[in-house]
């Protein structure tokens, strides 16, 4: 069956460290993949897509970066965190197909 | 810039009560429609929409798009505690586009 794992499930960092949040596809390949960030009444932000390995496509300018090493595998980073990154973090998968969006459990960031 | 409003932003009904939530759109390349509930993590699936005036129904909700006029509604009929959510609408287009969502509370 086709799942989609994100981790961890709540992050607290410190201003200026470095962030790390994977997310990974199971039972599909050569998913669509997105990062979305969800702030307090803002709606679910697209952050960053992926067709394809190393294909990273960048919606808003931002402190975050994202990588896709492995075909089920997207990454989001950032060298050092600051306050204004604190949220929900959501790794989605496109069906395609007009099938629709699953999304992972998410991580809630909050940098002090 | 693709642009999804949803409204209202917040609502607090009782239990039993039907509600109606709303959502239009500003859409290049228009796929298709799609409603979500967000609980305390990520958000679920309901519905998916592509032809306008044909309702879709499960259980006590339904949706059903307006093409034309560029919404959509979800209903929520005999409204239970469990409803109580966030519901997202999101558009389908060159790109996938999210409203802030209506945040429902249901009281018993």
């Known amino acids: 069956s086709q799942t989609i794992h994100q981790w961890p499930a709540t992050l607290v960092q410190p201003v200026g460290s470095p962030l790390s949040l994977e997310c990974t596809v199971e039972?599909?390949?050569?998913?669509?993949l997105y990062w979305y960030r969800q702030a307090a009444g803002r709606g679910l932000q697209l952050l960053f897509y992926?067709?394809?390995?190393?294909?990273i496509s960048s919606e808003v300018p931002q402190n975050l970066s994202a990588s896709r090493p492995q075909d089920r595998q997207f990454i989001l980073s950032s060298k050092k965190l600051l306050l204004s990154d604190s949220g929900f973090y959501l790794c989605a998968w496109d069906h395609g197909q007009g099938i629709g969006y699953t999304f992972g459990s998410g991580t809630r960031l909050t940098v002090v | 810039e693709d642009k999804v409003v949803q409204s209202p932003l917040s609502l607090v009904v009782h239990e039993g009560d039907t509600v109606t939530l709303n959502c239009s759109y500003e859409?290049?390349?228009?796929?298709?429609l799609l409603w979500y509930k967000q609980e305390k993590k990520a958000p679920t699936f309901l519905f998916m929409l592509t032809s306008s005036g044909i309702e879709k129904k499960s259980g006590r909700l339904s949706s059903i798009l307006d093409k034309k006029e560029l919404s959509s509604i979800l209903n929520i009929t005999a409204t239970q505690t469990g409803d109580s959510a966030i519901y997202l609408c999101?558009?389908?287009?060159?790109?996938?586009?999210f409203g802030k969502g209506t945040h429902l509370i249901i009281q018993p």
């Open positions: 992926s067709v394809g390995i190393g294909q």
């Open positions: 999101a558009v389908v287009g060159d790109g996938l586009t």
């Open positions: 039972g599909t390949s050569n998913p669509n």
């Open positions: 859409v290049t390349n228009f796929r298709s």
